[in-house]
């Protein structure tokens, strides 16, 4: 197992900053092209939103944060976080918007692409952990 975390004031430019790294370390264990441009997507809307969402005002002390787990030969876990206002589990909605819809895709694309979503509030920590599994011909290694 390999874990990475990777930090940053959730700027919209630093967010994207953060997926990009997530999927440069992943680039070392994963071989598949169209499954990194997924995960970067999710990564991506995920930390976006925390930049967009978590907090009420910018502050250099705002902070996200990306885990990334790498089980070589089985899964990925990513783990996107903020200690801001947080998002009620209730109120998340999964299904696609209407076209016309300027946002509101995030949830969907994310829950989507990914084999489990679970949010976890603990302790003035949001989290948003997010599991996909790795067929065997997708790894670049499984060590």
Same mark, same amino acid.
């Given at each position: 197992?390999?874990?990475?975390?990777?930090?940053? #004031?959730?700027?919209?430019?630093? $967010?994207?900053?953060?997926?990009?790294?997530?999927?440069?370390?992943?680039?070392?264990?994963?071989?598949?092209?169209?499954?990194?441009?997924?995960?970067?997507? #999710?990564?991506?809307?995920?930390?976006?939103?925390?930049?967009?969402?978590?907090?009420?005002?910018?502050?250099?002390?705002?902070?996200?944060?990306?885990?990334?787990? #790498?089980?070589?030969?089985?899964?990925?876990?990513?783990? /996107?976080?903020?200690?801001?206002?947080? /998002?009620?589990?209730?109120?998340?909605?999964?299904?696609?918007?209407?076209?016309?819809? #300027?946002?509101?895709?995030?949830?969907?694309?994310? $829950?989507?692409?990914?084999?489990?979503?679970? +949010?976890?509030?603990?302790?003035?920590?949001?989290?948003?952990? +997010?599991?996909?599994?790795?067929?065997?011909?997708?790894?670049?290694?499984?060590?």
């Amino acid at each position: 197992m390999h874990n990475f975390v990777l930090a940053a #004031v959730p700027t919209p430019e630093e $967010s994207r900053e953060v997926a990009r790294k997530a999927i440069h370390i992943l680039k070392q264990y994963i071989a598949d092209e169209d499954l990194l441009h997924d995960i970067d997507l #999710v990564l991506t809307e995920g930390c976006s939103n925390v930049a967009r969402h978590a907090y009420e005002t910018d502050a250099p002390c705002n902070r996200l944060e990306l885990a990334v787990t #790498v089980v070589p030969g089985e899964h990925v876990i990513f783990e /996107i976080s903020d200690w801001g206002k947080g /998002i009620c589990a209730k109120t998340i909605d999964f299904t696609m918007p209407a076209p016309e819809a #300027v946002g509101g895709r995030g949830m969907f694309i994310m $829950s989507e692409l990914m084999d489990s979503f679970e +949010l976890i509030q603990e302790d003035g920590k949001n989290t948003i952990k +997010l599991t996909r599994r790795i067929k065997e011909e997708q790894w670049q290694r499984k060590e």
